[in-house]
């Protein structure tokens, strides 16, 4: 086939491969192994190359241990790692594991790029797990490797790392830091993990919006959509679609977050990303009950969840769970919701940056039941937590149900007090549903 017919053999590595393993021809059949699994992420099937990528890691462990095999190994597990990433999700044990077997082989080999590169990888796993303290020292570990070594895409890997930490602790303007710094390497970066960039812009968007400027955010968002055509993955698109309906979701924006979550949920499922389809599949399922089908939401989210248990992803579950809640609260399923945003509370308290408003739900919640005075606790806890974070978007949905409640009790003075000052920091975003409800309330107050 190599002499006399090289185009096919070039075209289809996969059967040459196969006709080397037959044959016992170790080396040729790594080569022509690790060639099938580059062609095939080259052409988007990424199941093909993670078989591939097995298959010549199952051929080299079969020769001799020595320092070449060990460097021949790490060249191997890089790309089986990525592809892992993608097709079982960052916090999947296999893709844990190779995570783990990548970082010993790049200490072993006193390879520091590749052990900058592959701390990335073992922090990935630890941040889809939920363990955000860890995450974030080993994100200070990261970037104190990554300036020390050098390069452009690893300083730009550890800056986005830091970005992604910050954010989901609640630390929001240490992410808005490192997203300034980090921004003259991140285009080195993209090459280096599945949906970084995504990730990078569409977070550092929901950042921005809690921090109280939509118009950065929606900016932020589009730039990650932007990102995802110009490197033409599937990934990083649907990554950046799922993304964005969490923001349109924030913005209540529910048409627009219905069209991204289905977008998402449809590359997801053609290409085969679980971690993806799960997140997709559960965004949906929020913006259609917020669109008057709540039963079929509840569907929705609850198969999301469940899914994506399966490739072992914790992190971000305060929202999620609080999404779950507010579609079954849509569902006149009060008993519900409140056991459900109980649990959210209760899910993982390193979450801060959703906490504010997972509290401010339980109040909702309460006050359906009657339960006013503890209502209004969880009204100013939320508040209060929202000012500590400088979640100015959570503080104001917070003070506008408390400044609900005291208007119901004509106490209109406090109620002006508590939203009137809030409402005045803003300077962007005066389009957006919640900007609207407060000035409308205000305007009611001044009355």
Not at 51 to 69: G, H, T
Not at 277 to 284: D, G, H
Request: proline share 4%.
């Amino acid at each position: 086939m190599t002499e006399q017919f090289p185009d096919i053999a070039d075209a289809q590595p996969e059967v040459l491969a196969r006709h080397w393993t037959e044959a016992g021809e170790v080396e040729p059949a790594i080569a022509a192994w690790r060639k099938s699994g580059d062609t095939a992420i080259e052409r988007r099937a990424f199941k093909e190359a993670e078989q591939a990528y097995r298959r010549a890691l199952d051929l080299l462990k079969s020769l001799p241990e020595s320092p070449e095999r060990d460097a021949r190994e790490l060249e191997l597990f890089s790309p089986f790692v990525r592809v892992l990433q993608v097709t079982r999700g960052y916090g999947a044990p296999e893709a844990a594991e190779a995570a783990s077997r990548t970082r010993v082989l790049a200490e072993k080999t006193h390879n520091l790029p590749e052990v900058v590169l592959h701390l990335f990888g073992t922090w990935a796993v630890v941040v889809t797990a939920g363990d955000l303290i860890a995450a974030g020292a080993l994100a200070d570990q990261l970037l104190d490797l990554a300036q020390r070594e050098g390069s452009s895409p690893n300083i730009g890997v550890a800056h986005i790392a830091q970005v992604l930490a910050r954010c989901w602790r609640a630390d929001l303007n240490g992410a808005e830091e490192h997203f300034i710094r980090g921004a003259p390497f991140f285009e080195s970066a993209w090459s280096r993990f599945p949906g970084v960039a995504a990730l990078l812009f569409s977070n550092a968007a929901l950042a921005a919006w809690m921090l109280g400027r939509a118009d950065v955010a929606r900016k932020r968002s589009s730039d990650a959509i932007a990102v995802a055509h110009r490197i033409n993955s599937p990934f990083e698109l649907a990554t950046a679609q799922y993304l964005a309906a969490w923001l349109q979701i924030y913005l209540q924006t529910f048409a627009q977050a219905e069209k991204s979550a289905a977008q998402s949920l449809s590359l997801a499922e053609e290409y085969g990303f679980p971690q993806v389809a799960a997140f997709a599949r559960i965004a949906l399922g929020r913006a259609q009950a917020s669109l008057g089908h709540p039963s079929e939401g509840i569907v929705q989210v609850g198969q999301g969840l469940r899914e994506l248990a399966k490739t072992e992803t914790r992190n971000t579950t305060t929202q999620l769970l609080s999404w779950l809640a507010e579609a079954q609260a849509l569902n006149d399923a009060t008993t519900e919701a409140i056991a459900t945003i109980e649990e959210a509370l209760q899910a993982n308290p390193e979450e801060l940056s959703w906490r504010p408003d997972a509290i401010r739900i339980r109040g909702e919640l309460r006050l359906r039941l009657g339960q006013t005075e503890t209502a209004e606790g969880d009204f100013r806890d939320a508040i209060k937590l929202a000012q500590k974070i400088g979640a100015k978007a959570w503080e104001l949905r917070a003070a506008m149900s408390l400044a609900r409640m005291l208007k119901k009790r004509s106490n209109l003075a406090e109620a002006r007090e508590i939203v009137a000052p809030l409402y005045s920091s803003f300077t962007e975003g005066f389009d957006t549903p919640d900007l609207k409800d407060a000035k409308a309330l205000l305007d009611e107050l001044g009355r």
